[in-house]
């Protein structure tokens, strides 16, 4: 909707007023008095009460489950064991969330006809090299005799050459990771594949007429099929699950050359814009670019996410202010709440540690990937546990309890993230695979896990420190939109940028740009609780 700018910064006795003159006689004044005596009283008391969402609202920020009918995939992989489990766990999720399906995971050697009964298709990931060939045979005649598809991906197709009905030619680089410089091409998308391992490609397709949708292209020149698309085959020839590689888009080329078979969604790009580190410190009375950011992105029908620190600590670890005495945010909240959603951004955004020495909220750690060593499982989860609960508490008091968490700078431990996961429906960042916060996958869908959803994948925010930061955003929203039909990614932005010289028009420039993208801003509760 639009709204005019300023309108929300009006004030509850503004509005008292407003009414009071409305109003005639004995009557007037007795509403004047009631409603004086209920006035707001300012920020930094404990009785600020902002009215809560209606309950229909809050109660839609829940997954919408799977129906009992939903369709099954069979994922067979070659090894299922613990030291590739994240890689698994990441393609299983991607396509569960992706295609709305179940997915049955099984390894290639517990692999029993019977369990071809009612899946949409079989996916083969050979992450190993296959033990057993001929129980891959068997189940791509089986998968055949069912009259589904075969979807592959990886290096080891040569066992299953002839019941797959392919001729594959093996390359000197194939069942070796990618050289540098090497790419993959889609869709007009060159994605780096550095490390990516390469398998055998197609040569000829002795079933139906067969077609590469997309070519890896080596440092030397060489170009081979990297996808290869058929009625009922996919034939993906690398494997970029590899947690020892930088976030690449190479699984979303994945799911959607999978969609060549499984069907594509109707186009609808979106970004879910998230105002990060909002504070009572940066934007207290005295601060302009709150107002000034959430007014624009008001005017220009921006939902909002708010992405709140709820207490504010000083490098020294002294608790300075809370949301509380951020009145312009508290007013934005209580004047449109249906154009806002309140996010829990930890509770400080900091804790007494020495790797946090020098440190204030919003740049300081709340929580570390090496919590569960150094703390003990039990004393990671009750140290989580306690201080989201005091930051939700706080929220509570000015606002309505938040229903989505964001951990400061998406770490976790994996123990802390499966106590998060039971805390909040929805987490606003993409679920941790691995050990390491920079080896993720860029996920731009929504990855559900159980009843818990995680956002999908940041394309970026605006730094101060790098004025070419807008279109490297931009770049990434581009190239999602060219791979995949629906993308969604998170962009977020702190209010402060729009004060540093220089970079006033960054916002401006990034909302347009998302927009000429064909991208809309899209409301994460709403969008998860909608059936697709």
Not at 328 to 350: C, M, N, R, T
Not at 384 to 402: C, F, H, M, T, V
Request: one cysteine or more; charged letters at 20%.
């Amino acid at each position: 909707m639009a709204v005019a700018k300023s309108h929300w910064h009006r004030t509850v006795g503004e509005r008292v007023l407003r009414l009071i003159g409305l109003l005639v006689g004995l009557v007037v004044l007795l509403l004047a008095i009631t409603l004086a005596s209920q006035e707001v009283p300012a920020a930094s008391t404990d009785t600020i009460r902002i009215r809560p969402l209606p309950t229909a609202h809050e109660a839609s920020c829940a997954i919408a489950p799977l129906p009992a009918t939903a369709d099954r995939l069979l994922l067979v992989v070659a090894d299922n064991n613990e030291s590739v489990f994240p890689q698994i766990v990441a393609l299983e999720e991607a396509l569960s969330s992706y295609f709305n399906l179940r997915v049955q995971r099984v390894a290639a050697a517990d692999y029993q006809p019977a369990l071809l009964e009612n899946v949409r298709a079989s996916v083969v990931y050979a992450n190993a090299v296959f033990k057993d060939d001929e129980r891959i045979g068997e189940l791509v005649n089986d998968t055949w005799r069912h009259e589904l598809p075969v979807l592959w991906l990886g290096p080891g197709a040569y066992v299953a050459e002839a019941e797959l009905d392919i001729v594959l030619k093996t390359d000197p680089s194939a069942f070796e990771s990618a050289p540098k410089g090497t790419i993959v091409e889609y869709n007009g998308v060159s994605i780096s594949a550095t490390g990516f391992l390469l398998g055998e490609t197609i040569s000829e397709s002795t079933g139906s007429p067969a077609r590469a949708v997309a070519t890896v292209r080596l440092p030397n020149g060489t170009a081979m099929p990297a996808i290869t698309v058929r009625d009922d085959f996919v034939h993906v020839s690398f494997d970029p699950l590899d947690p020892d590689l930088p976030p690449n888009l190479a699984l979303a080329v994945v799911i959607d050359a999978f969609a060549e078979v499984l069907g594509s969604p109707t186009p609808d790009p979106r970004v879910l814009f998230r105002l990060e580190d909002l504070n009572g410190h940066d934007y207290g009375e005295t601060d302009t670019s709150f107002a000034k950011t959430a007014n624009y992105l008001l005017s220009e029908n921006v939902f909002l996410h708010l992405a709140i620190i709820p207490e504010w600590v000083d490098a020294q670890g002294n608790v300075q202010e809370n949301i509380g005495s951020a009145r312009k945010i508290l007013d934005l909240i209580k004047a449109y709440p249906e154009s806002v959603s309140l996010i829990q951004h930890g509770y400080q955004h900091f804790r007494p540690e020495a790797r946090n020495t020098g440190l204030r909220s919003g740049q300081a750690f709340e929580f570390f990937l090496d919590d569960d060593r150094t703390l003990g499982i039990e004393k990671a989860q009750e140290l989580l546990r306690q201080r989201l609960a005091a930051g939700s508490d706080l929220i509570e008091r000015y606002a309505w309890r938040p229903h989505i968490f964001e951990a400061p700078h998406y770490l976790m431990s994996p123990s802390q993230q499966a106590l998060a996961e039971e805390l909040y429906p929805v987490i606003h960042h993409q679920p941790l695979f691995y050990a390491s916060k920079s080896s993720q996958f860029l996920l731009p869908w929504y990855t559900k896990r159980s009843a818990v959803v995680y956002a999908p994948s940041s394309a970026g925010f605006v730094d101060v420190l790098k004025p070419n930061s807008v279109s490297k955003i931009l770049r990434v929203l581009e190239q999602g939109a060219r791979i995949l039909p629906d993308p969604v990614f998170v962009v977020f932005f702190h209010p402060f940028v729009t004060e540093y010289v220089g970079r006033e028009t960054d916002l401006e420039k990034l909302i347009s740009g998302i927009k000429e993208l064909g991208y809309r801003f899209a409301n994460t509760c709403e969008d998860i609780s909608r059936p697709r």
